[in-house]
Nanobody
């Protein structure tokens, strides 16, 4: 049974940083591309980054610069380092197995002064 559990969200001041974590289970983690998405209220879910099992990373053009995805296959974890956060980054953040249609509960990030 696939499980994805995100953590690390919270309330942060503009310009601050957060590191999101996601622990995965129920599939051979190192064999799958993992991705981070976010969804703000009233907006569509948005792809932030993806990383293959062997570490090849892709960022959409709209996301290059402030977010960094990484993974630890030994721990079945994927991370998202977010720097210089802005109020418009406020959203629910999700990790996902690229090939499996399953979403965890997400972790809320709120950027506000």
């Amino acid at each position: 049974q696939v499980q994805l559990v995100e953590s690390g969200g919270g309330l942060v001041l503009p310009g601050g940083s957060l590191r999101l974590s996601c622990v995965a289970s129920g599939f051979p983690f190192s064999s799958f591309t993992m991705a981070w998405y976010r969804q703000a209220p009233g907006k569509e879910r948005e792809l932030l980054a993806d990383i293959t099992g062997d570490g090849h990373i892709t960022y959409p053009d709209s996301q290059k610069g402030r977010f960094t995805i990484s993974r630890d296959n030994a721990k079945s974890m994927v991370y998202l380092q977010m720097n210089n956060l802005k109020p418009e980054d406020t959203a629910m953040y999700y990790c996902k197995n690229w090939n499996i249609d399953y979403w965890g509960q997400g972790t809320q990030v709120t950027v506000s002064s």
